[in-house]
């Protein structure tokens, strides 16, 4: 983790761009839920042209002393006449306010959701407030000689993402995007140490719930003439920058390959104390199975590991969840695998629960309530059964494997209601 022998002034990565970012190697955890074993960086940049200069990105709060300094070793305040702004997570924009009273005179590109999110981020100081221009794909800013255009790329992570290429270089300026938390002052990608398991650590648990986003964000990317990729966070990317690209290309695509175009599939999770639950699982299987143009695939979560279901889950189109009641509640191993869910696009698959229990059986209910919370449908009540189920509850378990399996396939029948009931 050499984060020494780094000086205070910035690194040029081509003529007349330079690195400005500050170092952060004692970071441990990001956003509370990411483990950061190397610390990271906060990479800001500074393009100069001819007509003025740049700043992309700034960085988190308490380390705008030493961007500030770097920046100064490069650039003037009253030379600087854009500031981009790729994303607004505070840890690019904390020192954004002191840079815009440093460079009042800076118009600021940013994508039409970043202006919208910028009023909570920047609280009126009374000042005359910067002039903003919201930017989308195509866009140019002409410094003079150097033309910055941009890719709207939103949802990577956040809804105001985008990119920015400086066109004359071939160098794209990407926010969090190819980026990881991984800090080595020696910067560029051939020279600082090992991040393999960073920059896929860094893509699972941000990017992957936007996987639709990532591959039109690829479509945008991949035709550019690319000499050098800089993220804001982690090694600069100058060696085979286009590696990174296929790379998250492989990672965004469906990593399933032996299933028909058109057929369905359905995930059955269980755990069961005394066979009770797993026989409900297997009568729900087979039930869904016997419908036709739905795979089914039964699993006993005290036979594995919640992550290692995470690429089944993600391309699963439905979800079934079976649970004993212990102590009121669903067991661990379910829970384990709803939230590893959280890196998971899953909005709008089907889920469904079912269990047996002794007592109270709220195992169902809670499994439903946390299917919907992750904005899955769950149209079908679940199953309790008190104990062992005979064979007419073993029946009503088939059933609602079938009744899943249909809509899965479009295949539910509409309920017709009988307005006499009504009456
Ligand atoms: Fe590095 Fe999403 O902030």
Not at 53 to 58: L, M, S
Request: proline share 5%; glycine share 8%.
């Amino acid at each position: 983790m050499p984060a020494a022998g780094l000086t205070k002034h910035a690194v040029e990565l081509a003529p007349g761009v330079h690195w400005v970012g500050a170092l952060d190697p004692h970071l441990r955890s990001f956003d509370i839920i990411l483990k950061t074993a190397n610390g990271t960086t906060y990479n800001s940049y500074v393009v100069r042209g001819e007509h003025g200069v740049a700043v992309i990105d700034t960085v988190k709060e308490n380390f705008a002393d030493i961007f500030f300094e770097r920046l100064e070793s490069v650039a003037r305040y009253d030379e600087i006449t854009t500031i981009v702004l790729n994303h607004l997570e505070p840890d690019h924009s904390g020192a954004l306010p002191e840079l815009l009273k440093r460079a009042p005179q800076a118009k600021v590109y940013l994508s039409s959701r970043a202006q919208m999110m910028l009023k909570a981020l920047l609280k009126p100081s009374g000042g005359k407030p910067p002039e903003y221009i919201p930017v989308t794909t195509d866009d140019e800013v002409d410094l003079g000689g150097r033309t910055l255009r941009f890719l709207h790329t939103p949802y990577l992570h956040w809804p105001d993402t985008q990119c920015t290429y400086l066109v004359e270089d071939g160098l794209l300026f990407t926010g969090d995007i190819f980026g990881c938390h991984f800090c080595d002052a020696r910067l560029f990608n051939d020279r600082v140490g090992d991040f393999r398991f960073s920059f896929e650590y860094y893509y699972a648990h941000i990017m992957r719930p936007f996987r639709e986003n990532v591959l039109d964000a690829l479509a945008l990317i991949e035709p550019l003439a690319l000499k050098l990729i800089a993220p804001a966070h982690g090694p600069i990317l100058r060696h085979s920058p286009r590696d990174y690209v296929q790379r998250y290309r492989e990672l965004a695509m469906p990593r399933l390959f032996n299933e028909a175009r058109s057929e369905k599939t359905l995930i059955v999770f269980y755990i069961s104390a005394y066979g009770n639950t797993r026989r409900m699982a297997e009568a729900l299987a087979a039930g869904a199975e016997a419908i036709g143009g739905v795979r089914v695939s039964l699993y006993d979560l005290e036979g594995g590991e919640s992550g290692i279901f995470t690429d089944l889950i993600e391309e699963a189109d439905g979800l079934a969840f079976g649970s004993p009641t212990i102590n009121a509640d669903a067991v661990k191993p379910i829970w384990d695998v709803l939230s590893s869910l959280t890196t998971v696009n899953i909005k709008g698959k089907l889920g469904a629960a079912f269990g047996s229990y002794g007592w109270s059986g709220e195992a169902v209910r809670l499994i439903e309530d946390r299917l919907r919370g992750l904005k899955m449908r769950v149209p079908l009540e679940g199953l309790r059964i008190k104990l062992v189920p005979d064979s007419n509850e073993l029946e009503q378990c088939r059933s609602l494997g079938e009744n899943l399996a249909r809509h899965l396939t479009g295949r539910m029948e509409n309920r017709v209601v009988d307005m006499a009931s009504l009456a």
